[in-house]
């Protein structure tokens, strides 16, 4: 706010020396205008401010909000991170952020990572030796319960910070390239001001020499000094865009108010930028593609392939099975689930778990199977929980007569080869031909052309009791091969539509069998007919050439780890410069929404760990939701250009006719007062104008726009300029011959005409920011009145003139005209419309964007051609 606080330190001197040399009350009205123009201007960039800062509160508190699991009052439920007491059981499983200070009770394989507090990189086991949690950590491996014993700011982490204090958000990229924008311009509004002093001081200096009064000077000659300073000081005033930083901040803001309610919640301002220029979307399938609700819909069980009838639970299966495998069926469920049952008040029972494990249980239930008495039979030993690497999870369990059994779940194909045995038709246990695996495979391969999710239930008795200390990787009896199903979410073959018409290529990354992974990428409309489908084992052998011809046309990559993720983000960007959003929902994504230019975190289904490094949270785990958050961050982007345009060609026109009409009549049409008007017309209301429009939809058929091509484009350059002509003509007219052609004598004419300068000059600005609604397209008026904030400021501006004009001339500098001045001031300013239809038929090279490497450059938004 440099140059505001420089013109009211001129109003105060204004006042001053007007008092002095003219009297009171005339004296201080050119002063005291100022200063109110002055204080105009800071309230309404307050209120701005003070709205925007609001706005990010709420953000902040909506971020801020994590659920937990517990068991409180011996049920479990799910209570917000700040509802937690001291006596609270907090259960945790992987990826979870340990949000309390706790005793551990028990657990499976925890393994917790102290770095953020320890800095120690090396990752600690919890157990009864070292029981002790500390709130902030982060749950590496393996799941348990811990005893809440501290909360809040008397944990050790609430300690550490309450010696710091969080720092901002950091300025986003965009702000910073139009910082640099409106240091140049400012730079180059300094220059104009010093040139024009020294030009109007050297003529007043030859006037007093060919008068030979170079010798007599009086306090008349030094308050004309002063008045050519304060021309100068008015220069400055207008030409530093101080509206520039005000349009990304009140933009993004807007975007990110915006977002929320549609379910995004914007973790850092730049993604909001950045996503409208995103060429690529690297999305998970389970929960985001689809509903994430999942059942099972077919099973293989003795030897037979079934439709599951989940609308009769006494008929479930569609066919009679034995006692004694239905038994087999039910242990494997009930043993081998990370799954937790509670029962409310009424009775009601809610499952808590992921939803694969959730669709089994349920499964297992409407078998007729009892969780707690299942439970009861036997106790577990040992956990290897679900990890993405291990594609399974396994359980070591004894009975009470003192066997073991071992029972395994997960990934078909890798399940099936730790089996040699399987549960017949008979219900007995019997060999594993090749052939019969090979039969298998068919089976798992029909389901999984169904786009059904395929897990294999195995199950292994261990006698010998030595081998508690580890489970067995081989020697599995197979009782059953489910499919589950996961529908499609409603709108996502529409959204992905929507992307291929912007340009954005969707990719579908999936730990699921290719075939699952190509059967629903072909009912979203993913996979085209010149598309490719590869697994990711496949893609590891590759080398960096063949690489280079094959990553461009994958669009489902299929049995993939978080580290091909991150290597297929990383080619991505590296070799061909896309800018590439990301979706996480697993604690091993992190590295993959790090890399990524916009990490998307899932909000239901996503670990703490995965949304606090991603930079938009996902808040009901929908692709159509990612689609908008796009939208929305071209609007962003091309929201600002417009304002850019807007601000850029008032700047050029006051600026040169204020200059040119000094250096050669000695004095400036537009007056301190004015100019300040005319500041805040561009800056804060420009701003809230152009900067709030609300997206359509025509922004979702454009290509995105390469990392290094020009914010500014040929096009805005050609309307800056061709409607710079045009009002610097009208106005250079109205400012050297407009008594003439208006016939105006007397005392009041130079006033009149000056007026009517101020007057074109504000409707002229009224026009053209309805032109800059548009940069390419002729039509600007198509949607003008969705957007409430743009109407409220084009009528508010239009209502202050009035007033202005014709009641506070006395501070402004203005007279009362006729009501045909006022008509030719709105026909000068409207004919800049038919000008802006002329320049936007003149064609304009638009450049190819080119890519590079880095991400120095920042990326820009489409062209609105």
Known sequence: MASTRAAYLTGKRFMGVGIATEGWPKGMYDGLGIILSVFLVVMVTAISDYKQSLQFRDLDKEKKKISIQVIRDGRTQKVSIYDLVIGDVVQLSTGDIVPADGIYISGYSLVIDESSLSGESEPVNIDEKNPFHLSGTKVQDGSGKMLVTAVGMKTEWGKLMETLNEGGEDETPLQVKLNGVATIIGKIGLAF?????????????????????????????????????????TIIVVAVPEGLPLAVTLSLAFAMKKLMYDKALVRHLSACETMGSASCICTDKTGTLTTNHMVVDKIWICGKAKAINNNNSEDILGLEISESVLSFLLQVIFQNTGCEISKDEDGQITIFGTPTEKALLEFGLLLGGDFDAQRKEF???????????????SVLVAFPEGRLQASCKGGSEIVLKMCDKFVDDSGKVANLSEEQKRNISDVINGFASEALRTLCLA?????????????????YTLVAIVGIKDPVRPGVKDAVRTCLEAGITVRMVTGDNINTAKAIAKECGILTEDGLAWEATDL????????RSIIPNIQVMARSSPVDKHTLVTNLRNMFGEVVAVTGDGTNDAPA????????????????????????????????????????????????????????????VALVINFVSACISGSAPLTAVQLLWVNMIMDTLGALALATEPPVDELMKRPPVGRGESFITRAMWRNIFGQSIYQLVVLAVLNFDGKHLLGLSGSDATKIVNTLIFNSFVFCQVFNEINSRDVEKINVFRGMFNSSVFVVVIVSTVTFQVIIVEFLGTFAGTVPISWQLWLLSVLIGAVSMPVAVVLKCIPVQMGTAKHHDGYDALPSGPELA
Request: no cysteine; aromatic share 10%.
């Open 593 to 652: 929404l790090r890399k990524a230019d916009i990490g998307l975190a899932m909000g239901k289904s996503g670990t703490e760990v995965a949304r606090e490094n991603a930079d938009v949270i996902i808040m009901d785990d929908n692709f159509t939701t990612i689609v908008n958050v796009a939208k929305r961050g071209r609007a962003v982007y091309r929201n600002i250009q417009k304002f850019v345009q807007f601000q850029l060609t008032v700047n050029v």
């Open 459 to 475: 199950f292994k008795d261990l006698d010998d009791t030595s081998e508690e200390s580890s489970i067995p990787d081989f020697g």
């Open 379 to 393: 106790q577990i030993l040992k956990v290897e929980p679900f990890s993405s690497v291990r594609k399974k999870m």
């Open 193 to 233: 001001a010093v040139l024009t002093f020294l030009v109007l001081t050297a003529r007043f200096l030859v006037e007093k020499a060919l008068h030979k009064e170079f010798t007599h000077w009086s306090s008349y000659d030094a308050f004309t000094l002063l008045d050519y300073f304060a021309i100068a000081v």
């Open 540 to 547: 590891r052998s590759k080398t960096s050439e063949e690489m």
